[in-house]
């Protein structure tokens, strides 16, 4: 088993920044990638950032691409993600996934997920 705890959530002004990190603990070894997502109420899940544990490999929504930034610490086993110039539109709960061999935008091959953390931008 894995668990994955989020945090760094809370409520920000538009254009302002938040970091999310994602701690991992259990079984980390099989862990191949982590990914970020996001629903919004109403909206199904959406991708949002991926990094492949293999090769440290990064990847992007259109929607967030040069604005947020998924980094990791191999040594804390911890995942996160920084948002900038965030807007109305990214508020969302924002979920961590595990996935052991996958890095996409699909959410079904994540075998893991947190509990989410809310992320709440104003106007």
């Known amino acids: 088993q894995v668990q994955l705890v989020e945090s760094g959530g809370g409520l920000v002004q538009a254009g302002g920044s938040l970091r999310l990190s994602c701690a991992a603990s259990?079984?980390?070894?099989?862990?191949?990638?982590l990914g970020w997502f996001r629903q919004a109420p109403g909206k199904e899940r959406e991708f949002v950032a991926a990094?492949?544990?293999?090769?440290?490999?990064?990847y992007y929504a259109a929607s967030v691409k040069g604005r947020f930034t998924i980094s990791r610490d191999s040594a804390k086993n911890t995942v996160y993600l920084q948002m900038n110039s965030l807007k109305p539109e990214d508020t969302a709960v924002y979920y961590c996934a595990a996935s052991r061999g996958y890095s996409g935008n699909d959410p079904k091959p994540y075998n893991y997920w947190g509990q989410g953390t809310q992320v709440t931008v104003s106007s």
């Open positions: 990094i492949s544990y293999s090769d440290g490999s990064t």
């Open positions: 259990g079984r980390t070894f099989s862990i191949y990638s």
